[in-house]
């Protein structure tokens, strides 16, 4: 309860300069990608529950001669990749936060696909729900492979409390402004998770 509480009450005291910069935010995007200007997808929440995540675009909707989009790194556009790296394309995800969908800290929501793949330890990334930012993306973000993601993902499940939070808070406003660990080495944003191959 007081985690909802604190979610609720920093996004209330941030409420005018996050609404105007997601309005200029929103402008660019419609300008430099097109629109729609937000993506929406279905992500597992808390206890695998399906919500509506949204987010600025940062890709465009290119694709190939028999109509499959194209890979990542062909569609994220410049611009896509400055809000990724500044991590305004999260915006949005502020209003999952409002209607309880997600808080402003634990593990990120992946993809449903995901589900099934996991290890039942890795599952328990679920039994919180899901951040807009996480311990994950403060210890390397995208830089990190999926097993020491999921790592740091069960660690705060096992380790949340208020100041860890606010820990996590503080460090991810560092890692924004040095732009730390935006994506994985090769990869336009992160690879693919398939499963626990070696397990």
């Known amino acids: ?11 209330f005291l941030l409420a005018l300069p996050a609404l105007l910069v997601t309005a200029v935010v929103a402008v660019l995007v419609a300008l430099f990608i ?3 200007v937000l ?14 995540m949204y987010k600025f675009r940062s890709m465009t909707e290119s694709r190939d001669e028999s109509g499959a989009l194209l890979a990542d790194e062909l569609r994220l556009t410049p611009f896509g990749r400055f809000l990724r790296s500044t991590s305004l394309d999260e ?8 209607n309880g969908d997600m808080s402003l800290v ?11 793949l996991y290890s039942p330890d890795q599952l328990r990334r679920h039994n919180v ?8 993306q403060v210890n390397g973000r ?17 380790n949340q409390s208020f100041w860890l939070d606010i820990k996590i808070l503080f460090l991810t406003a560092k890692k924004v402004l040095v732009r ?9 944003t992160m690879s693919k998770f398939e499963g626990n191959k070696n397990e």
């Open 1 to 11: 309860m007081l985690k909802r509480i604190f979610d609720l009450s920093l996004i």
């Open 34 to 36: 097109g629109r729609p």
């Open 106 to 116: 634990g593990p990120r929501p992946l993809l449903m696909e995901y589900l099934p």
């Open 180 to 188: 730390e660990g935006v994506s994985a080495q090769g990869e336009a």
């Open 142 to 158: 995208n830089a990190l492979s999926w097993p020491e993601k999921f790592e740091y993902d069960v660690w705060y499940v096992d």
């Open 91 to 98: 915006l949005p995800g502020l209003w999952s936060v409002i």
């Open 129 to 136: 729900r899901p951040g807009i930012t996480g311990w994950a």
């Open 39 to 52: 993506f929406k997808q279905k992500r597992p929440g808390l206890n695998g529950k399906p919500f509506n």
